[in-house]
Nanobody
Framework: QVQLVESGGGLVQAGGSLRLSCVVSGSIFSINAMGWYRQAPGKARELVATIRSGGSGGSTSYADSVKGRFTISRDSKNTLYLQMSSLKPEDTAMYYC????????????RGQGTQVTVSS
């Protein structure tokens, strides 16, 4: 099993920045990649950023809606980050850290979420 605990959400004005953190523990060897999802009330869940495991840094990908504004990264202590800049009211959502199960290829593991609210 993999445990994920997010932190760093909050209320910020449009144009501001926030950094989300996610501490990963458990069967880390079973993780193929990690990412951040978000879901706003009444909207579909969106995978906003991913980073693959292994090597130095790992390849990253972003949803078009956040490209150029969000940066995903991870450190050597099994902490995943999402640096969010130039935030917009439409970025308001619950943000979840997720890990891709190497065996299934699915993001089977997810944290409890942290709320991000961007005021206009």
């Amino acid at each position: 099993q993999v445990q994920l605990v997010e932190s760093g959400g909050g209320l910020v004005q449009a144009g501001g920045s926030l950094r989300l953190s996610c501490v990963v523990s458990g069967s880390i060897f079973s993780i193929n990649a990690m990412g951040w999802y978000r879901q706003a009330p009444g909207k579909a869940r969106e995978l906003v950023a991913t980073i693959r495991s292994g090597g130095s840094g790992g390849s990253t990908s972003y949803a078009d809606s956040v490209k150029g504004r969000f940066t995903i990264s991870r450190d050597s202590k099994n902490t995943l980050y999402l640096q969010m800049s130039s935030l917009k009211p439409e970025d308001t959502a619950m943000y979840y850290c997720a890990a891709q199960n190497r065996a299934t290829g699915l993001y089977d593991y997810r944290g409890q979420g942290t709320q991000v609210t961007v005021s206009s």
